[in-house]
């Protein structure tokens, strides 16, 4: 089975800096997806980011971006101008395409991220 | 009500009760699941239902026990549990095939006392 790693349980970063969250996986597959999730205390996980391993380019959403290395099976996620509403827990996930692992998501441990006023 | 939903929020219940979760998705998605989440561990996929049909059991001991009625409705059924089995509940959903992301509802906190 494929696994994730975050191995930075928790950060922290001053209002309107930058912070990036690290996340490697593992496997010996070709093409699947990877996400950012974040989770608020007591709130709904939501999408933050995705990226198809098929594409080259980094996605980016807004203040969110991703550092995608295909070949070191790295996927940081880059915060820019932190905000106070950007603390939360965030879950780097890895999806396979493979047919009979298809519905499987594989998720990390977690990284909290404080944000300092 | 949008997106997924979740009852109870909240639940306590002794080794020797039986109790049952349910989460609703209001997405029109045809895939629905159920993870375990516990302090720093990372998610446990429990079950998956795609076009509900059970595609995927994590060898989840048998005290868990779900059901999928239809495509919006997802129940997971506990009876003897251990205290081990304290945890966040999230169930979440997707479109398959899609933008292959999940959604996911706020959780059911299990207490077993």
């Known amino acids: 089975a494929q696994t994730v790693t975050q191995s930075q349980p928790e950060m922290s970063v001053q209002e309107a800096e930058t912070v990036t969250l690290s996340c490697t996986y593992d496997t010996s597959e070709s093409d699947y997806y990877l996400f950012w999730y974040k989770q608020p205390p007591s709130r709904q996980m939501i999408l933050v980011i995705r990226q198809e391993a098929y594409k080259q380019q980094n996605a980016t959403e807004n203040r969110f971006s991703v550092n995608f290395q295909k070949a070191a099976k790295s996927f940081s996620l880059k915060i820019s101008d932190s905000q106070l509403g950007d603390a939360a827990m965030y879950f780097c996930?890895?999806?396979?395409?493979?047919?009979?692992?298809?519905?499987?998501?594989?998720f990390g441990s977690g990284t909290k991220l404080n944000v300092k006023p | 009500e949008t997106g997924v939903t979740q009852t109870p929020r909240h639940l306590v219940m002794g080794m020797t009760n039986k109790k049952s979760l349910k989460c609703e998705q209001h997405?029109?998605?045809?895939?629905m699941y159920w993870y375990k989440q516990s302090a720093k561990k990372p998610l446990e996929l429990m079950f998956v239902y795609s076009l509900e049909e059970r595609v995927e059991n994590n060898s989840v001991p048998s005290r868990f026990s779900p059901e999928c009625p239809n495509s919006s409705h997802l129940f997971l059924h506990l009876h003897t549990l251990q205290p081990e089995d304290s945890a966040l509940y999230l169930c979440a959903s997707s479109q398959e095939p899609g933008t292959h992301e999940q959604f996911f509802g706020p959780g059911t906190r299990l207490t077993v006392l």
């Open positions: 996930a890895y999806r396979s395409v493979i047919r009979h692992d298809f519905n499987k998501f594989y």
């Open positions: 997405l029109g998605h045809n895939a």
